[in-house]
């Protein structure tokens, strides 16, 4: 092999220039504390550090996208909660009302106070958040969710929708509540069923929400869940009795238990009515229908009244005798005669506006005699057992507000350890050993420092020299 002057020359200049080079590559890593400065330094490791970071602003995307439904479901808490206690309010003055003391002229200044408070639910029932979205309208959250049509109607403009947000991978969550879901749902009467009385009623009777012992009686097949209870006075024995029919308004036709169609059958077919006892319960599980019995005349009197025997079940009513599996629908405190009718009818969604819209109605009415005041507990009764239902839903949305906002915070909570683990696995791939990096450096400083010491020596190297 011929070695030239420019040969040395050009080899030990290449050789400086590679040297150099590694000694700024190796400062460049120092100044970034990153091994890795392009995809050539290790294409494998370059691949899974790209492939972890995508991962990485994802997680950090769901994690700003459940920093929204935070925000969302807390406003959502806050007004459900002042909801409540205006429900609450509304509650306490309906009880008031209920003083024998109040006059016509007191309730009618808690009915204007039940007016603002109306105001007020309304007012709640179109918040809207930061961005002047509605929160309960759905979907449209550029539609105000109810609006007042005439006094007292409340018409919904919303939709059925839950506007949902995307915080994993395969969860999204629900950062809102249809505004008729929260308002218009509740239960009326025991969320079972509902007593009414009939506004013709003269008497003084009372009946009570109920409840239910035995709710699989109630959700038999059997069991049309539609009943009129018909209360009447015989004068016809020694002394007035009290007595009611259960009938069966599909047919008009009256409801009787068997002990009472076994009497009625031994003594030729007679019906023998109940007696009622003065705040007893009255119970019934099942239609049972007498194909003896006289009808209803045309004002719903009962007609046919056998007076020669009174049958009497006692302190609690029940067909078919069994007071254990029975409903107890309500009580009747008779003060004096007359012909009292209630309806028990499945418990149907009620509106929580026009819940306090008729109770205001109720308050204002002027109380006339002891049907008067009897019309105002029954009035009272009905709209305490409404906002009770109207309550319990909210509270019912409220538990499903905390839910989410318990599962919101768990998966925030795993998708922190998440972006951990992603830090953790992006320093292993790319993160600069400090230490080695600093030996390096030094170790290449020395080397190139010997390697231009030596290019000197070699290139002042001449034949001339030795001439």
């Known amino acids: 092999m011929r070695i030239s002057t420019s040969m040395i020359y050009d080899l030990g200049v290449n050789r400086l220039q590679q040297q150099s080079s590694d000694l700024i590559k190796i400062q460049q890593q120092i100044a970034a504390q990153r091994r890795i400065l392009a995809p050539s330094d290790d294409p494998i490791a370059s691949a899974r550090v790209l492939e972890v970071s995508q991962s990485s602003s994802l997680n950090k995307q769901y994690d700003t996208n459940m920093g929204s439904v935070t925000s969302a479901l807390g406003q959502e808490d806050i007004i459900l909660n002042s909801v409540e206690l205006l429900i609450q309010d509304v509650r306490t003055s309906a009880v008031s009302a209920g003083n024998g003391s109040f006059t016509d002229q007191e309730r009618a200044s808690l009915a204007s106070e039940l007016r603002g408070r109306y105001q007020d639910l309304l007012g709640l029932a179109n918040s809207t958040d930061g961005n002047g979205q509605h929160l309960f309208s759905g979907y449209r959250g550029n ?22 947000i995307q915080i994993s991978t395969s969860r999204q969550i629900a950062a809102s509540d249809s505004g008729a879901d929260i308002f ?24 009570s929400p109920g409840s239910v012992l035995d709710l ?24 007035p009795v009290t007595t009611y029919d259960i009938i069966d308004p599909a047919n008009n036709s009256i409801i009787t238990g068997a002990a009472s169609e076994a009497l009625a059958s031994a003594t030729g077919g007679a019906r023998f009515p109940r007696i009622y006892n003065s705040g007893s319960d009255i119970g019934f599980k099942q239609l049972d229908t007498d194909p003896g019995m006289p009808g209803y005349a045309a004002t719903g009197q009962p007609a046919g009244f056998a007076t020669a025997v009174a049958w009497d079940y006692g302190n609690a009513v029940s067909i078919n005798g069994d007071p254990a599996s029975s409903q107890a629908v309500g009580v009747y405190n008779p003060a004096t005669p007359g012909i009292d009718s209630f309806t028990v009818k499945a418990s149907t969604n009620t509106n929580i506006f026009t819940t306090i819209n008729d109770l ?44 989410r906002m318990r599962e919101n915070d768990a998966v925030q909570s795993t998708g922190a350890d998440l972006q951990l683990q992603y830090q953790q696995t992006t320093s292993a791939l790319q993160d600069l050993d400090v230490v080695k990096a600093y030996t390096d450096l030094t170790r290449q400083q020395t080397a190139l420092q010997a390697s231009q010491q030596s290019f000197m020596k070699v290139q002042s190297l001449s034949l001339f020299n030795y001439m």
């Open 360 to 403: 205001i109605t109720l308050l204002k009415t002027p109380t006339i005699g002891s049907a008067g005041n009897t019309q105002l507990t029954n009035g009272l009764n009905t709209a305490l057992s409404n906002l009770d239902g109207s309550l319990n839903n909210i509270l019912t949305v409220r538990a499903s507000v905390g839910a």
């Open 184 to 207: 218009l749902k509740g239960m009326n009467g025991n969320g079972t069923f509902v007593t009414a009385a009939s506004a013709a009623n003269t008497g003084s009777g009372v009946i």
């Open 216 to 239: 699989s009686k109630w959700n038999s097949a059997a069991n049309n869940k539609d009943y009129r209870i018909v209360f009447a006075v015989d004068n016809t024995g020694a002394s």
């Open 143 to 164: 539609a105000t969710p109810f609006t007042e049509t005439t006094p007292g109607n409340v018409a919904y403009f919303g939709d059925q929708g839950q506007r949902l």
